[in-house]
């Protein structure tokens, strides 16, 4: 058989030249530690987006002139609920400029009180008044601050660039993706950090409360979290140590498993420096999935050994025999984890893709790691006598146990499991179908809802009249387009039937202020909140708008209809978008299209369109790479079926699981299916490998199922047991997705491992009749 | 900005398509929308005592039976209108920009076009009947028409005695020497007619630039009072005890006791332009005006008092219904308990 001969020349090469693999490996693991030592947080908001989605090849058309949907908002606000006091100006104004000259900011676009772009008109008896809200001579003392209240009243700023009650202030600003002076990428992380300490730092105190949202600051606290994360990898690794040490009773058989896993994650990142990536703030959690991948298969490999050396083997020829006997499933269930994260790279978003490739390197390096060098340094230990004994000592109560746990694979118990199993599926299947795509929270549903972050959100969203959760659809028409009433009408009527939409809060263009400028032409008689018909008249009143506005272009053929909504739940992101879609065919013509979407909200609901199309495509080549592998190493398609089965019940489940704890479907959480399988195939693999062979020779199932489950059962148990409890721990994570993840990969672990002790021996009693 | 669009104006109307100049004679019938009861609404009117109607922007004509509860009438055309009157329960007209026309006959429930004329791109701010037979609407650049048919026909007419004595001497010189010219002054030298208000037989009429006029017959001839103030007059009424109160822009308030001969002007304490005056039962007038401004007084209109609305939006005009003040807002319908703002 090819395989054995592939098998034997490894087993020669590696046992063969044991000093020299074991040198190699440390050469390596010292390389890559040091590249590892370099690896950096990187986030940038581009990753985020999936650029080829059509919206965002609008929202990337029309970036350069109206900026993208990278901002942050900036909301100072004064303990007396009142802003007019010379205190808060006076240090409102040095936020301002502060914020204006930070590295990454967009000058021309920072908007505040401050900005000589905020202007007011009003209207007297022989015109207008007007100039800019904050005037030249502004001098911060009670007089002055009364022009300016007035003032900002004048300006119908009010909601926008200060709270409906007047208790804060708000400086909004865009950040460029690249310095169009240095070419520099932007290091959302550092600038996040800057506005943490130069801003906040720097001027927050009893009387002035300053609060950021944006996608910069979301990143920069979800990065500041995530250091949080290697605390938890220590409580992880330390238990997952405890563990191994009751389970192997030998420290040294539980250095190795656990040592060969730490440089798998070593080679991990030291690889993903070599290859030029940093690691994200999103997939922080890898490294750890990595290990507990290592982990995993490091246990079936001492506990082969210990077995082997139990039957009275010496340790190099124990060793040689567990790298023989394992070297299949253990390639096969790593090669399908592996092929399982490589298919998460046809979603193209950049973290998602980063993503696969940080995991699908890191599981394919535990091959190495974990099936090559492991045995290889097993094959050095000195099993103390005391060891052989005890692990070669009748083990009756451990046999009891899995004596009547092979009563699975008696038809009648079988029956009874298939039939749990078909109704759970049946219910799993049902709820999974109410799975929701996108964030299911106001928010950012990475961080917990009490974070300083999601408080700011609510803050802000409650006192102004708009937030960062606005969607801008993209009008594209002729050149000054703007000056013909047909055109303008049409924006307005889209802008109108917006409105009414559910979800929509307001919404503003270039129309709407326009109506309001020629009211205010007309002495602000609200009875001229109209588009003249006339083209001089409509040149009157949509000249006045500067292209700084973000409602026109420079010849007005573009004008964006920004929408703001209530929140960015998926659920009103998908109604919002279907609704303009529609309007927008009704009303679009050849020559004025309503094009979706650029804005904050046009990037999530593109995102969630292109995680939503991903979905189906990517479970399905999981699976079909699970199975493909399964086949091969098998040959069989009843065990192929007998593994994938449980796997398909266990992957609904926890999909149902989701839904159950208003987990959406999102970038960081559609990985999960992925990782779920790659997890979950492990433990049918080693189980079945070790029945199929018996079976062929015909053995009765019951039999074979005792023998695998007193070989490689324990293994299986205590892996489930031991990972589930490490990222059980995640529970206390300050970060909302860690807390999500920790809650499904437990589940992930825990009941995967049910599948395969229970459903996979209840599907072998049908598959195996003739084995009685 | 501007200039760069002017300069590419003389460009833009050639490359217009017909095609879309011709659109805009078809009028499309308004949305009928859920958001309609808080969009623009300018006028509001009780119905005799059965029921309340208001209108406002993009065709929007809502009905009430109770005040409270108000639905959306379907309406053919989306200009924003800006008056809405019934001589009865049955009989009901709507005007607005593009000099539309709107008619129901039955009570508020379905509405036909009259007149519809955006070519003109003027608007009609304001209509009276003094039975269902005999209207007039007025509007912008002194726009007048007048039915005898219950608006199966509207006329046009032009009232020179309306324009300034100065204009009416420039008139009559271009009648004589420049006919051309004449035309062009006759269609612009009028102010806007911005309110009608019937009081018996007297017809009163306000507009811009301290606009004022009276009329005996039903509007075919009038007497242009003397100006008394040179900004523009938005709402006239006659109050409880016969003074005229007329209000404009900017806050100012004029108070008459003598049919409108001689006028006193009233300081409020408020800056904001007034765009309606009304009174209730009690004699009670009311001011509404932008930014949130809602003025009352208790003495005849001698002095006011505010009670301006936080939300600082536009009242453009309101009813009492019971104990509550209706407003007609840029916002939609705003409804304020009086027996509470009373006690303030």
């Known amino acids: 058989m090819s395989t054995s001969r592939f098998i034997n020349k490894c087993e020669y090469a590696l046992f063969r030249h044991r000093g020299f693999v074991i040198l190699a490996f440390i050469a390596m693991t010292l390389f890559l530690l040091f590249k590892a030592s370099q690896i950096k947080l990187d986030a940038a908001f581009t990753k985020n987006i999936p650029l080829k989605h059509e919206y965002m090849q609008t929202y990337l058309k029309h970036a350069k002139d109206f900026g993208g949907a990278n901002n942050i908002l900036i909301s100072v606000c004064d303990a007396s609920g009142n802003i007019f006091n010379p205190q808060f100006f006076d240090t409102f104004k040095k936020i301002h400029d502060q914020v204006y000259y930070m590295p990454g900011v967009d000058r021309v676009l920072v908007k505040s009180l401050f900005s000589p772009s905020t202007r007011f008109v009003e209207v007297v008896e022989d015109g207008f008044a007007g100039g800019p809200v904050i005037p030249a001579d502004f001098a911060a003392d009670a007089n002055g601050l009364a022009i300016v209240k007035q003032n900002v009243d004048k300006a119908g700023i009010v909601g926008r660039m200060v709270a409906d009650d007047y208790s804060c202030a708000m400086v909004t600003a865009q950040l460029q993706e690249i310095n169009p002076d240095t070419n520099e990428k932007l290091d959302t992380i550092a600038f996040a950090n800057q506005l943490e300490n130069d801003v906040r730092g720097q001027f927050e105190n009893e009387q002035i409360s300053v609060h950021i949202i944006g996608f910069a600051k979301m990143v920069g606290d979800v990065a500041n979290g995530a250091k949080g994360v290697l605390a938890f990898f220590a409580v992880a690794i330390a238990i997952t140590a405890v563990m191994v040490y009751l389970f192997s009773k030998s420290v040294t058989l539980t250095i190795l498993p656990i040592a060969c896993s730490l440089i798998a994650v070593i080679w991990q990142m030291g690889l993903l420096t070599v290859l030029g990536f940093g690691i994200d703030p999103m997939s922080i959690l890898v490294p750890f999935l990595v290990f507990a991948i290592g982990v995993s298969h490091g246990v079936q490999m001492i506990n082969a050994t210990g077995k082997n050396v139990a039957a009275g083997l010496d340790a190099k020829t124990a060793a040689q025999a567990s790298f023989r006997h394992l070297m299949i499933p253990g390639g096969v269930a790593l090669l399908s984890d592996t092929v399982g994260f490589i298919t998460l790279l046809i979603i193209e978003i950049g973290v998602i893709r980063e993503l696969a490739i940080t995991a699908s390197l890191g599981v394919g390096v535990i091959i190495l790691t974990n099936l090559f060098l492991l045995p290889v340094l097993m094959s050095y230990v000195r099993f103390k006598p005391s060891y052989v004994e005890a692990v070669s000592a009748p083990t009756p109560k451990a046999d009891k146990f899995w004596r009547a746990l092979s009563a699975c694979a008696e038809p009648k118990v079988a029956a009874v499991i298939l039939v749990i199993s078909a109704v759970l599926f049946a219910g799993g299947y049902y709820q999974s179908k109410q799975l929701k795509i996108g964030d299911l929270q106001p928010g950012a549903s990475s961080l917990h809802e009490d974070s300083r972050y999601n408080q700011d959100t609510f803050l802000i969203t409650d006192r102004y009249a708009i937030s960062v959760d606005y969607i801008n659809v993209m009008v594209e028409t002729d050149a000054n387009g703007c000056t013909f009433h047909p055109i303008m009408d049409k924006i307005d009527q889209f802008q109108w039937r917006m409105e009414n939409v559910p979800g929509v809060q307001s919404a503003v263009s270039l129309p709407s202020v326009s109506k309001t400028i020629n009211a205010a032409f007309n002495e602000g008689n609200v009875k001229w909140r109209i588009l003249p018909r006339t083209t001089e008249s409509l040149v009157q009143s949509s000249s006045r708008v500067e292209t700084s506005t973000g409602l026109l272009n420079g010849d007005c053929s573009v004008m964006p209809v920004i929408l703001f909504l209530n929140d960015h739940k998926a659920e009103t992101i998908e109604k919002v978008i279907a609704e303009a879609k529609k309007v927008g065919a009704e009303l679009g013509t050849d020559t004025t299209k309503f094009m979706l979407a650029s804005g904050p909200v046009g990037v999530m609901a593109a995102t969630n369109e292109a995680v939503a199309d991903a979905q189906d495509p990517m479970t399905w080549y999981v699976y079909i790479a699970v199975i493909l592998l399964c086949l091969i190493s098998f040959r069989s398609i009843r065990a192929t079926i007998a593994v994938i089965l449980p796997l398909y019940l266990v992957t609904v489940l926890a999909t149902a699981l989701m839904t159950l704890l208003g987990i959406g479907l999102t970038v960081s959480t559609l990985p999960v299916i992925a990782l779920g399988v790659g997890i979950g195939v492990d433990y049918g693999i080693y189980i079945l490998t070790n029945m199929t062979q018996p079976l062929r020779d015909g053995m009765p199932l019951r039999e074979a199922y005792y023998n695998a489950l007193k070989s490689t059962g324990s293994a299986v148990l205590f892996t489930a047991i031991t990972l589930a409890i490490g990222v059980s721990t995640w529970v206390f994570s300050a970060l909302k997705f860690q807390v999500d993840m920790g809650i499904l990969l437990t589940f992930m672990f825990i009941v995967n491992m049910l599948g395969a002790v229970f459903v996979l021996p209840a599907l072998a009693a049908f598959f195996w009749r003739k084995n009685r | ?344």
């Not at chain 2, 959306?72 to 007209?93: A, K, R």
């Not at chain 2, 039955?106 to 701010?125: M, R, T, V």
């Not at chain 2, 009670?307 to 019971?322: R, T, Y």
Request: net charge negative; proline share 4%.
């Open chain 2, 1 to 344: 900005m501007m200039s760069k669009i002017l300069s590419r104006l003389g460009l833009c109307c050639v490359l217009m398509p017909a095609a879309v100049m011709a659109q805009t004679s078809s009028p499309q019938a308004a949305y009928q929308l859920p958001r309609a009861v808080h969009s623009v609404l300018t006028d509001i009117v009780p119905v005799g005592t059965k029921f309340w109607m208001a209108a406002g922007e993009r065709g929007h004509i809502l009905q009430s039976l109770d005040g409270q509860v108000w639905q959306q009438m379907p309406v053919p055309l989306q200009s924003n209108l800006n008056s809405i009157y019934f001589t009865d329960e049955t009989h009901g007209w709507a005007v607005g920009h593009d000099a539309s026309i709107l008619y129901s006959g039955d009570g508020g429930a379905s509405w036909q076009i009259q007149q519809y004329l955006p070519e003109l791109d003027k608007p009609l701010f304001d209509i009276y009947f003094k039975d269902p037979q005999h209207g007039i609407a007025v509007g912008a650049y002194g726009m007048f028409y007048r039915t005898s048919d219950a608006g199966k026909t509207w006329v046009n007419e032009f009232h020179l005695e309306l324009a300034s004595e100065d204009d009416q001497q420039l008139l009559a010189e271009l009648k004589e020497t420049d006919p051309e010219g004449f035309a062009a002054e006759m269609s612009s030298v009028l102010p806007h007619f911005n309110r009608l208000y019937a009081d018996g037989t007297t017809l009163y009429l306000v507009g811009e630039a301290g606009f004022f006029a009276k009329s005996q017959d039903f509007g075919l001839t009038w007497q242009r009072q003397a100006e008394f103030y040179n900004g523009s007059l938005f709402g006239i009424t006659r109050t409880k005890a016969l003074s005229l109160i007329a209000v404009g822009l900017r806050g100012h308030v004029f108070r008459s006791t003598d049919q409108g001969l001689s006028w006193q002007q009233i300081t409020v304490p408020s800056p904001s332009t007034l765009n309606s005056v009304i009174n209730d039962e009690q004699g009670r007038v009311y001011l509404l005006g932008n930014a949130g401004t809602l003025l009352f007084s208790d003495d005849d209109g001698q002095t006011f008092a505010a009670m301006n609305q936080q939300d600082g939006k536009a009242i453009l005009n309101a009813v009492v219904i019971a104990d509550q003040l209706v407003l007609a807002t840029e916002t939609g319908i705003k409804t304020i308990q009086l027996k509470e703002s009373k006690a303030l």
